[in-house]
């Protein structure tokens, strides 16, 4: 069978389930306190003051500390600690077969 859109490749579609099952277990627990306290986990709040909730929440120390790449995240609040460095000139290199060379030879 012929298929227009890569999407629609089962192989992509597997793989697509699978990044949603891993996002899914990667999610913020609002079951459990101190966070199902916070505006974040409201459903009844639009989604610009749940996102607000947590920020609102940190102390301006907590605040400096998050802006760095590698986040301590705020134990108080239940937001672990997080890792976010991707270098995007070259594209996210930080993965398993990407790489960035002088060379111009990229995967």
């Known amino acids: 069978m012929v298929y227009r ?3 629609l490749r089962p192989k992509s579609v597997l793989s697509f389930i699978a990044s949603l099952a891993f ?3 990667t999610f913020l627990d609002c079951s459990a306190s101190p966070l199902s306290e916070n505006g974040v986990c409201d459903t009844s709040l639009d989604r ?3 996102a607000r909730s947590p920020v609102e929440a940190k102390t301006p120390e907590e605040k400096i500390n998050n802006t760095r790449y590698d986040s301590p995240g705020v134990s108080r609040l239940g937001l672990p600690a997080y890792n976010w460095w991707n270098e995007v000139l070259h ?3 930080k993965k398993h077969g990407v790489s960035s060379s002088d060379s111009g030879n990229y995967r």
């Open 5 to 7: 859109y890569s999407l």
């Open 23 to 25: 996002c899914e277990s």
């Open 48 to 50: 610009i003051s749940q």
């Open 91 to 93: 594209g996210v290199t």
